[in-house]
């Protein structure tokens, strides 16, 4: 009689069940962005904008803006462009403005244009030629601003 009660029971604690896993697929897109950079190599030229909600490794030459939430352009990387990232770390080459929370410029870097910035680092032999700009919201469009 006892297990006859329950049997009833046992379906509508399966109903919450498909809850979860649809609120698993929002989480999936975000875990994929944090699995890696992608990454641009050496061998590779490329003209146009990249933007990209995660990580950019570039090694190989880009012509147009680079949008990232952290970039890193290698050695053997060069950018002319914009690049805008929360993180952006160059050890290779970049002509354009960098805005960035946190910018840092290795030994061996070459940067040629200004750089919009919370923090910035630059690093012995690394070769600098423009104006430097602390801001508080460095990713904020400088030229909005009108100064």
Excluded: W, Y
């Excluded at 050890?91 to 910018?103: D, H, L, N, Y």
């Amino acid at each position: 009689m006892f297990t006859k009660g329950k049997t009833p029971e046992a379906p509508p604690p399966l109903a919450p069940a498909p809850k979860p896993v649809l609120n698993d697929a929002p989480k999936r897109p975000a875990a994929m962005a944090r699995s890696g950079p992608s990454i641009i190599s050496a061998d590779v030229k490329m003209t146009g904008t990249i933007v990209s909600q995660g990580e950019i490794d570039i090694n190989g030459q880009i012509e147009g803006d680079v949008r990232a939430s952290a970039l890193t352009v290698g050695e053997t990387g060069a950018v002319k462009g914009e690049v805008v990232a929360e993180s952006v770390v160059v050890r290779g080459t970049v002509e354009g403005r960098i805005r960035g929370r946190k910018v840092q410029l290795c030994t061996g870097a070459k940067v040629r244009g200004d750089i919009f910035h919370a923090s910035l680092a630059i690093e012995p032999n690394a070769i600098f030629e423009g104006a430097v700009k602390h801001a508080q919201d460095p990713m904020a469009d400088p030229t909005s601003s009108g100064s």
